[in-house]
Structures are given as structure tokens and as C-alpha cells.
């Protein structure tokens, strides 16, 4: 019998001047583990008068992920953080009780042709942290540990998985790993892994019970500890996931908390504008008129 419970396919979203392709939050599966939302961007290349412009935005309760496979992003924050983003390293940015960001392309390359690629990730977090003090984190790509095991390159992005611990701060169990391999070759870590999981293929393809699973293909599994499939050669995917929270989580727009409430009071923070605003930007983006 399949170990998938559901799939779910990428589906197009418009982030601003961007589109992406959306993997969570979906109707039939709102979180895997504490991982709320999972936006694969590009791969697309961008003329010299095309740039990435996301202006300032808040976020509360959560953990923002940024891995790029390709390209540069800028960081800006309002704890006065400013960092670029190249290919490998990991941005970690935690909201808690609410945090201004934004992401642009950087100043040096905006006037020339370039590419970009990576995930955008959000982590909630546990109720009891859900309202600390927000913070930043930015690894570079020669701390994120990497090994191979029967042939398979592995790489753990976040999280402690697989005899190995990430050196970004995470706060509840979890895990995210990256898996390589250029033969086919079947791998079988269910063992090792815990909670709820899910497998995103980035390219090649996977195959469980017979069935063939390509790129832009969310798999999530019933069961963490059935985790066996075969990686067809020149395969790349990602292996997320943890221990779900006991309680709901509420998403509105860039904000995820355990209660409306939190929510509500993070929308009026936001049209009074009275989170700590990023040094040297002035534009934002409005609060959108959507229900929760």
C-alpha cells in the first residue's frame, strides 16, 4: 500500500512583481509539521530593468526561511538587519511578536540580466514563543551540513535529522534536508525521521509503490516512519517536516498566530504603522482587504 497520503501540485501565485509557485497552505493540508506556507520561486532570469521589489511587510508568529538555489536578494529589517542572500546560504528571520522586512534585488545587480531561484518558507511557532522578541539569523553555505550516505548527497538546511544538527535556531522539532543523487538508487530513512513529512521534488522525479512523481509535486506521506521511494538519477528533492502543534493555527495574509485575536491585533499594528520600520525605506505594502 502507498505511503502518500496527498499530493499536492504548485500552483501560481502573484507575489507583487513576481510569480511563484504556491505549495502551502492548501485547502486539504494547511500545515506539514510547524511548516505553514512554502512558495517555490522562479527559476527565471530577469532583464537589467526587471528587479525582485517586495517593500516592507510584517510578520508575527512565525520564522521566515529563505534558501536560494541561484541569485542575490537584499535583507532589510526593522531590527536594522541588512544582509544579502546569495545561493546556498540560509536566512532565518523570527517574527515573534512582529517583525518588518523587506526583500529586493541588491542595489549592485539591478541594472544588469539576472537569474533567480530558491524557496520561501515560513516555520510557525510554538504558542508559548509565539510572542518573543523577534530575531535574525544568517548562515553561511559552508556551516549548513552537508554528508553523503549509499550514494545520496544529503544537506540539512534546518532542523536535526539524520545524525546531524543545522546551526539555525530553530524552536520546535523539525527538519528540512536536501537529497541528491545523480544514479538511481532507493532510499529508505522513515526510521529516522519524525512527526508529519513531506517530500518536494525540485527536479528528476521519485517513484512509491509504482507510481512516478516529477517536479512541482508536493508528496505528502501518512507516515513519517514508511518513508521508502526510489530517486531516479539527477534527482533533487526536499524532505520537511516535524511535530505538528497541538493547537490551530490561523493564517491572514503575512501573519500566523493561535488566535484571531493576535491576528486582529497585528492588522491594526500594521495600518497604524507602529512596528519598528525598516532604515531607509518608506514605502510598505497595505494591509489587503480580505477576511480571515
Not at 51 to 65: E, F, W
Not at 123 to 131: M, R, S, T, Y
Not at 258 to 267: G, R
Request: glycine fraction near 8%; charged fraction near 25%; include cysteine.
Amino acid at each position: 500500500m502507498s505511503n502518500i497520503k496527498l499530493i499536492i501540485e504548485e500552483r501560481p501565485s502573484d507575489i507583487g512583481n513576481f510569480m511563484v509557485g504556491r505549495l502551502l497552505p492548501f485547502r486539504e493540508k494547511r500545515m506539514v509539521g510547524p511548516f505553514s506556507f512554502i512558495d517555490h520561486m522562479g527559476p527565471t532570469v530577469m532583464s537589467d530593468h526587471k528587479n525582485l521589489d517586495i517593500p516592507p511587510h510584517p510578520h508575527i508568529g512565525l520564522s521566515t526561511l529563505t534558501y536560494l538555489f541561484e541569485g542575490n536578494v537584499m535583507h532589510k529589517d526593522g531590527l536594522g538587519t541588512e544582509v544579502e542572500i546569495k545561493a546556498g546560504q540560509v536566512n532565518w528571520m523570527t517574527a515573534g511578536k512582529g517583525i518588518v522586512h523587506s526583500e529586493r534585488t541588491p542595489e549592485y545587480l539591478r541594472h544588469s540580466t539576472k537569474a533567480l531561484h530558491g524557496l520561501q518558507i515560513w516555520v510557525a511557532l510554538p504558542k508559548d514563543l509565539e510572542q518573543m522578541e523577534p530575531e535574525f539569523f544568517h548562515a553561511e553555505a559552508d556551516e549548513i551540513p552537508t554528508w553523503e550516505n549509499n550514494g545520496v548527497q544529503y544537506k540539512l538546511i534546518a532542523g536535526e535529522v539524520l545524525g546531524h544538527k543545522s546551526p539555525i535556531p530553530v524552536y520546535s522539532p523539525l527538519y528540512l534536508v536536501e537529497l541528491k543523487s545523480t544514479i538511481r538508487i532507493t532510499v529508505k530513512i522513515g526510521d529516522e525521521l519524525f512527526g508529519e513529512s513531506g517530500i518536494y521534488i525540485l527536479e528528476g522525479a521519485i517513484e512509491n509503490d509504482g507510481n512516478t512523481f516529477e517536479p512541482k509535486q508536493l508528496l505528502v506521506a501518512k507516515e513519517s516512519s514508511l518513508c521508502e521511494f526510489i530517486m531516479q538519477a539527477n534527482t533533487t528533492i526536499y524532505i520537511f517536516g516535524g511535530e505538528p502543534f497541538p493547537e490551530e493555527r490561523f493564517i491572514y495574509w503575512n501573519f500566523v498566530a493561535s488566535s484571531k485575536e493576535l491576528i486582529e491585533e497585528a492588522k491594526t499594528k500594521w495600518l497604524n504603522q507602529e512596528y519598528p520600520p525598516v532604515p531607509g525605506e518608506t514605502d510598505f505594502v497595505p494591509l489587503p482587504e480580505r477576511r480571515l
